[in-house]
Nanobody
Framework: QVQLVESGGGSVQDGGSLRLSCEVS????NRWPMRWYRQAPGGQRE???????????TYGDFVKVRFTISRDNANNTMFLQMTSLKPDDKSVYYC?????????WGQGTQITVSS
């Protein structure tokens, strides 16, 4: 059974920082690319960032060097370091892994940014 648990969300002021974590229960975690997504109230879920099994990273255009995705394969955990947060970043953030063609999602963690 593949399980993902996000943590680290909360409320910050405009310009603040947060670090999200995603702990994954899956065999051979280091074999799988990992992704972060987010969904704003009333909006579509959108892709934020991807990290490959070897540590290569790609980001959505809106990130603009503010976010950094990373992973700790020894502890089956992925991170998203977010800086210069803006009110538009308010969303529920989700992590995702695809194993054997099946997508698995975490329950999400809420980020609120006040101006």
């Amino acid at each position: 059974q593949v399980q993902l648990v996000e943590s680290g969300g909360g409320s910050v002021q405009d310009g603040g920082s947060l670090r999200l974590s995603c702990e994954v229960s899956v065999p051979n975690f280091n074999r799988w690319p990992m992704r972060w997504y987010r969904q704003a109230p009333g909006g579509q879920r959108e892709w934020v960032a991807t990290i490959t099994r070897t540590g290569g990273t790609t980001y959505g255009d809106f990130v603009k060097v503010r976010f950094t995705i990373s992973r700790d394969n020894a502890n089956n955990t992925m991170f998203l370091q977010m800086t210069s947060l803006k009110p538009d970043d308010k969303s529920v953030y989700y992590c995702k892994i695809m194993v054997g063609g099946i997508e698995y999602w975490g329950q999400g963690t809420q980020i609120t940014v006040s101006s």
